[in-house]
């Protein structure tokens, strides 16, 4: 069994930066396709980065050049560094794990909420 915990939300001002983390707790962490998602209030939840294990990665469209997600297949964690933030950030950010072998299993963590304000 699978679970995610993130970390590393909070309160962050525009053009501001911050960094998420998830753990991944459970066995073969180099076997699972990583990302992150995120849902802003009223809205339905999002791809923003994904990440396979070779370290391939692929952004949403409106946080690219900004948001970098990388992995530590050792520590088993998954990163999201958020720079330039807009208040058009601010959502709950989830981490999701898929294995490889079946990419229609996922898992997801309980979330960190963003708040990108003055």
């Known amino acids: 069994q699978v679970q995610l915990a993130e970390s590393g939300g909070g309160l962050a001002q525009p053009g501001g930066s911050l960094r998420l983390s998830c753990v991944f707790y459970?066995?073969?962490?180099?076997?699972?396709?990583m990302a992150w998602h995120r849902q802003a209030p009223g809205k339905e939840r999002e791809q923003v980065a994904i990440i396979t294990s070779g370290g391939s990665t692929n952004y949403a469209d409106s946080v690219k050049g900004r948001f970098t997600i990388s992995r530590d297949n050792l520590g088993n964690m998954v990163y999201l560094q958020m720079n330039s933030l807009k208040p058009e950030d601010t959502a709950v950010y989830y981490c999701?794990?898929?294995?490889?072998?079946?990419?229609?299993?996922?898992?997801w963590g309980e979330g960190t909420l963003v708040t990108v304000s003055s």
């Open positions: 999701k794990a898929s294995p490889i072998r079946d990419l229609a299993v996922y898992y």
């Open positions: 459970g066995s073969d962490f180099s076997a699972y396709v």
